[in-house]
């Protein structure tokens, strides 16, 4: 079945840092992808998408395109925020449901 | 605003003991989904519904699972004779039906179940 990998955290940064979290997936099709974030305390929420190659998703200074030619979907920032602190999910669509990565933990210092 | 809503937040049972959790998806959303999430790991579908059909379940998922959307609005999801793997957060999600195919899902907080 259609899978997803994501890089292994925890991923500690200064504030202002650059951020990328690489996302690669296996998919016999042509799914939607998406970055879900969980803050501490909170429920899943979606952070940005992409339906179809070469879209960039964008949100809150967060985006990502969709490299069908290497099956992947990479999460940046150029500016990272101690707010931004969270676990960050990638995931693809598969037949009416989302198949996620395990997630990579992300620590913001001041 | 009313999101997705779920309960209890928290059980804590006896192995061997039946526990249910309830999910109130947004209301105009035709589907709802549970998953499952251990700590470390990603959410892990268990089943989904559109309205009150059910139209998948997991080939992981255990018979002592069972998921219900009678009316097609809020739904429960039933664990018996409970075992210490089962420990998990259990996550409820919906969503409308995308003209696209899958789209958002929106999820709630989660009950979290600890079986000692």
């Known amino acids: 079945g259609d899978s997803v990998t994501q890089m292994e955290g925890p991923v500690t940064l200064s504030e202002e840092a650059f951020l990328t979290i690489n996302c690669t997936y296996t998919a016999t099709g042509y799914p939607s992808l998406f970055w879900y974030v969980q803050y501490p305390g909170e429920g899943l929420q979606l952070l940005l998408k992409a339906t179809k190659a070469d879209d960039k998703g964008s949100n809150k200074g967060f985006e990502a395109t969709y490299r069908k030619e290497t099956t992947s979907f990479h999460l940046e920032k150029g500016s990272v925020q101690v707010s931004d602190s969270a676990v960050y999910f990638c995931a693809l669509s598969e037949s009416g449901k989302l198949v996620f990565g395990a997630g990579t933990i992300l620590r913001v210092k001041s | 605003d009313t999101g997705v809503s779920q309960d209890p937040r928290h059980k804590i049972t006896k192995r061997g003991q039946n526990v249910t959790f309830r999910c109130d998806p947004i209301s105009e959303h035709n589907r709802l989904y549970w998953y499952r999430q251990t700590l470390g790991q990603g959410p892990e579908f268990l089943t989904y519904?559109?309205?009150?059909?059910?139209?998948?379940k997991s080939r992981l998922l255990s018979d002592r699972f069972s998921a219900e959307r009678p009316k097609g609005s809020f739904s429960t999801l039933e664990i018996q004779r409970t075992e210490q793997g089962d420990s998990a957060m259990y996550l409820c999600a919906s969503s409308p039906i995308s003209p696209q195919g899958t789209g958002e899902l929106f999820f709630g907080e989660g009950s979290r179940l600890t079986v000692l």
């Open positions: 519904f559109q309205n009150e059909a059910q139209l998948e």
